[in-house]
């Protein structure tokens, strides 16, 4: 399994609080993304990362501050989640450069907002 | 970005062989074509992908039409842990893996 930690794996917080999902990789693989998962959407992407200090927009980003201080880790930042925040998240990893084209996901973190 | 068109969701019996379909009409030159699935209560997993020509791995094989307009992902032999929402996306040069809703596909014992 490639090696990405997400954590918390299950928060429950309330509304206009402000909460930080980590992602944490092993693999020193240049892309990071993060995904929201909600019953009859699939994956949406919030925030994607190219690089240290290279984050880019996906196609649900408001609401979401991301930061990639370091290739290892990637935050995701609701500054006041709201209760339409309340998803599972997964983060995923990508070296596109590589061989290995594929992108790792980790296992997911339960968000809900109350 | 490129979008994929899916169906929604299909069925298929043990040990029979599935094609899940995939339309991806405005697919540009240089999009690889990607499989991924999601077994329930987990994060998607790699399937397999391709740029131009059909392509085989010990989970699936990916057919690829002579236009690139459509795929064809084929499962040789389903099993009941087949059993997942398959998702068909394009990689751009941004690398933006934008997945779609997906084929759920259920397997019938």
């Known amino acids: 399994d490639a090696g990405i930690t997400q954590s918390p794996r299950h928060k429950v917080t309330e509304t206009g609080t402000p909460v930080t999902l980590r992602c944490h990789q092993t693999?020193?693989?240049?892309?990071m993304y993060w995904y929201r998962q909600d019953p009859g959407h699939g994956l949406r992407l919030i925030h994607y990362s190219y690089g240290v200090k290279d984050t880019d927009k996906g196609e649900v980003s408001d609401g979401y501050s991301v930061s990639r201080s370091k290739t290892e880790d990637f935050l995701l930042t609701l500054e006041s989640a709201t209760s339409s925040q309340t998803s599972v998240y997964f983060c995923a990893i990508s070296d596109p450069g590589s061989v290995m084209i594929e992108a790792f996901f980790g296992q997911g973190t339960r968000l809900t907002v109350v | 970005d490129a979008k994929t068109t899916q169906p929604n969701s299909m069925e298929s019996n043990e040990e029979e062989p599935v094609h899940l379909p995939c339309n991806h009409s405005?697919?540009?030159?240089?999009?690889?074509i990607h499989w991924y699935r999601q077994l329930p209560s987990q994060g998607p997993e790699y399937v397999i992908h391709g740029l131009t020509s059909n392509v085989n791995n010990r989970m699936a094989s990916l057919a690829i039409a002579e236009d690139r307009k459509s795929s064809t992902l084929i499962l040789h032999r389903a099993t009941l842990r087949d059993a997942a929402v398959y998702y068909c996306?394009?990689?751009?040069?941004?690398?933006?893996?934008?997945f779609g809703t997906g084929t759920r596909l259920k397997v019938l014992a």
């Open positions: 693999e020193n693989h240049r892309y």
């Open positions: 996306i394009l990689s751009s040069g941004t690398y933006k893996y934008i």
């Open positions: 405005t697919i540009s030159g240089t999009d690889y």
